[in-house]
């Protein structure tokens, strides 16, 4: 018998401790994860693999509202959930973020239980 493909999520985050950590929380068994450290490389690495789950951060040189734009404008990645997992707190940044095409927008500091979660519910969702 066959095993599921593994759930696979990107982290676009450019603070290594940040990124390592997300990495390190998330991966386990049928959960694999790869980062980028800009918009330019988590653009790239979406638009040539399959993920399941996006979390981005807002970014030097390109910002992650306008990654997330690209990306939701894209036919070959507009399907897949993308959450802002930023530091950025005002109303106008969610804002920019859900109308660039954002499923969602997680606050930092994040807890790992509220990661835990998102990863659960969209791996129940894939099936």
Known sequence: MNEPAPFRILVVEDEPVI????????HDGPVEV??????VEGL???RTQTFH??????????????VCRMLKGDPVTAGVPLYMLT???KKSDMEAALAAGADGYIHKPFRAA???ELVARHREKRG
């Open 87 to 89: 530091a950025k707190v």
């Open 19 to 26: 990124r390592e950590l997300v990495r390190s929380m998330l």
């Open 44 to 46: 790239k690495r979406a």
């Open 34 to 39: 790869e980062t980028a450290a800009n918009g």
């Open 53 to 66: 789950l996006i979390l981005l951060d807002v970014l030097p040189l390109m910002d992650g509202v306008t």
């Open 114 to 116: 509220e990661l835990m």
